[in-house]
């Protein structure tokens, strides 16, 4: 199961960006998925994540400005950010639980991608 994630780049502070990740390989069914950003010199954190059914979760900083949604058919996911901030500046990570045709299931994450939030 690999997870591809591209996008991110440099915005202007207020702009807006899509991140999207897709799941690909021998998948059984997807579970939860998630975006986890990691600043420099700071640990890697939650941003949101999105069950199943379509349940979803932010943390503070990000709530009303990024919205978390899933395309189940097309085993992706997405993150819409608007009105960035510096603060904001991080290599995004996506994550998703994955059953694979063989059975198992584990969490899997993309190769990360940059976000820079600057004028």
């Known amino acids: 199961v690999r997870l591809q994630a591209p996008g991110g780049g440099l915005v202007q502070p207020g702009g807006y960006v899509r991140l999207s990740c897709a799941a690909s390989g021998s998948i059984s069914r997807m579970y939860g998925m998630g975006w986890y950003r990691q600043a420099p010199g700071k640990q890697r954190e939650l941003v949101a994540s999105i069950t199943s059914s379509g349940l979803t979760n932010y943390v503070a900083s990000v709530k009303g400005r990024f919205t978390i949604s899933r395309d189940n058919a097309k085993n992706t996911v997405y993150l819409q950010m608007n009105s960035l901030k510096a603060e904001d500046t991080a290599v995004y990570y996506c994550?998703?639980?994955?059953?694979?045709?063989?059975?198992?299931?584990?969490?899997?994450w993309g190769q990360g991608t940059q976000v820079t939030v600057s004028s």
């Open positions: 994550n998703a639980d994955v059953r694979t045709s063989l059975g198992s299931t584990s969490g899997y």
